[in-house]
Each structure stands twice: as structure tokens, then as C-alpha cells.
């Protein structure tokens, strides 16, 4: 049974399945009514308890990791066991008003009350998320420079003499390698809806480290190879951290 009703003066009527709904403000003292679904509702609005109200986040039951409340599937590890969770304020309120303990012994970040933040999967003990996003890294790297050679050379066939030809090209050919290897970062980090930005971090520069190990085909020199794997190794972890930026604005955690 439904009911219309007016939590100031304690007035309701019964729900009509004939008569559409007037919401209006009540006739006896001019409160705004409210709907009541069930008895249990009307009970609580005419007794005036404070129910807390749900929150914007869902909590994942099995990775203890906070999504937003329009997810189906949890962002950490895709499990769809979420479930919602109680504003931190109006549930306050509510222990205030029921002369409830306030010590909850739990985590309380921002207005939601969650048993734990953390996800318990960290994507950089994982063996397989490594070689994946390993994998994903150097075909996106070698992908992104493949295009860019083929835009340095237009129509043109590549010439027999490859170091005339990356001489005269050594700007483009610079700015290639530079934006295929932060591309790669930022590509290793999207297979993974959300991480921490170190681990962001030291998942995307070793795809600039194997990336940098490439120059021992080039040259033997431990200075150049030393150099190489820095410079690819950071420019990687700057993708890196860029695609975390973004997914962390996406999902607004």
C-alpha cells in the first residue's frame, strides 16, 4: 500500500491507482507532502526518523575498491558484486538522532563510509598485467613510429642508405620517437581502468627500458645504451602518468 503524506501535521491518504498523484503542498498546513511506497515508509516519515541516504560511490565486494554509482561492473578488477553505500553526513545525522556510537571502525574518506579504499589488486604484482602491458606498449610503440616514418617519406620507398636518410630527417625522426614512446605509456596504462600513479609509473617505463635496450643492435657502447634506456624510460612514464591522469579525471576518484 502507497501513500501520500505530510510529515509536518502527521496527515496521509491512501495512493489511488485511478487518481493521478498530487504532490501539492499539504491542505491542512501547507507542508510539502511526501511519498510513502510501503508501510514501513509512511511509518518512518510520520515517526520523522532520519534514514541515511545513499551515496554517489558503490563499494566492490570483492576488491574493496570505490566505483560511482552509475558503474556495473567494478573499475578495479570487473567484478560485478558492488553494492551501495551510505552518505557519511546523513548517516552521521542518523546515529546522532538514535543516540548511536559514532565509532563505526572504519575508513572514512570524503562523505562515504567504506570498510576499505584500497583495492586489494595491484596490477604491478601481477605477473600477466606486466608482460600485457608490456606487449601492448611495444606494439603501440612500434605501431605510432611505423606511421610517422611512413608520413616522413610520403610516396617514397625507404632509401638504401639509412643513416643519409635519418640525417636529413633527424627532427622528425626525433619527434616520432618521442611522442610513439609516450603514445606506448599512455596505451600500457589503459588496459587497467585505475592504478596508483607510481604504479602507473613503473609499468609504463619498462616498456622505455626494453624499448632502450633495442640500441645494442646499434651500437655496443654502454654510455649510448645507459642513455637510451633513461630517456626512453622517462618519456614512457610520462604517457604513463598521463593516461592515469585521465582515467582518474574519467572516473572522478
Given at each position: 500500500?502507497?501513500?501520500?503524506?505530510?510529515?509536518?501535521?502527521?496527515?496521509?491518504?491512501?495512493?489511488d491507482?485511478?487518481?493521478?498523484?498530487?504532490?501539492?503542498?499539504?491542505e491542512?498546513?501547507?507542508?510539502?507532502?511526501?511519498?510513502?511506497?510501503?508501510?514501513?515508509?509512511?511509518?518512518?516519515?510520520?515517526n520523522?526518523?532520519?534514514?541515511?541516504?545513499?551515496?554517489?560511490?558503490?563499494?566492490?565486494?570483492?576488491?574493496?575498491g570505490?566505483?560511482?554509482?552509475?558503474?556495473?561492473?567494478?573499475?578495479?578488477?570487473?567484478?560485478?558484486?558492488?553494492?551501495?553505500?551510505?552518505?557519511?553526513?546523513?548517516f552521521?545525522?542518523?546515529?546522532?538522532?538514535?543516540?548511536?556510537?559514532?565509532?563505526?571502525?572504519?575508513d572514512?574518506?570524503?562523505?562515504?563510509?567504506?570498510?576499505?579504499?584500497?583495492?586489494?589488486?595491484?596490477p604491478?604484482?601481477?605477473v600477466?598485467?606486466?608482460?600485457?602491458?608490456?606487449?601492448?606498449?611495444?606494439?603501440?610503440?612500434?605501431?605510432?613510429?611505423?606511421?610517422?616514418?611512413?608520413?616522413?617519406?610520403?610516396?617514397?620507398?625507404?632509401?638504401?642508405?639509412?643513416?643519409?636518410?635519418?640525417?636529413?630527417?633527424?627532427?622528425?625522426?626525433t619527434?616520432?620517437?618521442?611522442?610513439?614512446?609516450?603514445?606506448?605509456?599512455?596505451?600500457?596504462v589503459?588496459i587497467?581502468?585505475?592504478?596508483?600513479?607510481?604504479?602507473?609509473?613503473?609499468?609504463?617505463?619498462?616498456?622505455?627500458?626494453?624499448?632502450?635496450?633495442?640500441?645494442?643492435?646499434?651500437?655496443?657502447?654502454?654510455?649510448?645504451l645507459?642513455?637510451?634506456?633513461?630517456?626512453?624510460?622517462f618519456?614512457?612514464?610520462?604517457?604513463g602518468?598521463?593516461?592515469?591522469?585521465?582515467?582518474?579525471?574519467?572516473?572522478?576518484?
Amino acid at each position: 500500500m502507497s501513500y501520500i503524506v505530510c510529515r509536518n501535521c502527521k496527515k496521509f491518504v491512501k495512493v489511488d491507482e485511478n487518481i493521478p498523484l498530487n504532490f501539492d503542498k499539504c491542505e491542512n498546513c501547507g507542508h510539502i507532502l511526501e511519498f510513502a511506497g510501503t508501510d514501513s515508509d509512511l511509518n518512518i516519515i510520520l515517526n520523522d526518523i532520519k534514514v541515511p541516504k545513499i551515496s554517489d560511490n558503490k563499494i566492490c565486494l570483492s576488491c574493496h575498491g570505490i566505483n560511482p554509482r552509475e558503474t556495473g561492473a567494478c573499475l578495479h578488477c570487473g567484478s560485478t558484486n558492488l553494492h551501495f553505500q551510505y552518505d557519511l553526513e546523513s548517516f552521521q545525522d542518523f546515529q546522532e538522532a538514535n543516540g548511536i556510537s559514532n565509532d563505526l571502525g572504519m575508513d572514512r574518506p570524503g562523505k562515504t563510509i567504506i570498510i576499505q579504499a584500497n583495492p586489494k589488486f595491484n596490477p604491478k604484482n601481477s605477473v600477466i598485467f606486466r608482460i600485457f602491458s608490456l606487449m601492448i606498449g611495444l606494439i603501440d610503440f612500434f605501431f605510432f613510429t611505423f606511421v610517422g616514418v611512413q608520413l616522413v617519406l610520403g610516396s617514397s620507398e625507404i632509401p638504401s642508405d639509412i643513416m643519409a636518410f635519418v640525417t636529413q630527417n633527424l627532427y622528425s625522426l626525433t619527434s616520432i620517437m618521442v611522442v610513439s614512446l609516450i603514445l606506448a605509456g599512455l596505451m600500457s596504462v589503459m588496459i587497467i581502468p585505475r592504478m596508483s600513479y607510481r604504479d602507473s609509473l613503473e609499468t609504463s617505463s619498462t616498456i622505455g627500458i626494453v624499448v632502450g635496450l633495442i640500441t645494442l643492435f646499434v651500437s655496443k657502447d654502454l654510455l649510448m645504451l645507459f642513455v637510451s634506456i633513461l630517456v626512453c624510460g622517462f618519456l614512457t612514464g610520462i604517457g604513463g602518468l598521463i593516461g592515469e591522469y585521465i582515467i582518474h579525471k574519467l572516473t572522478n576518484n
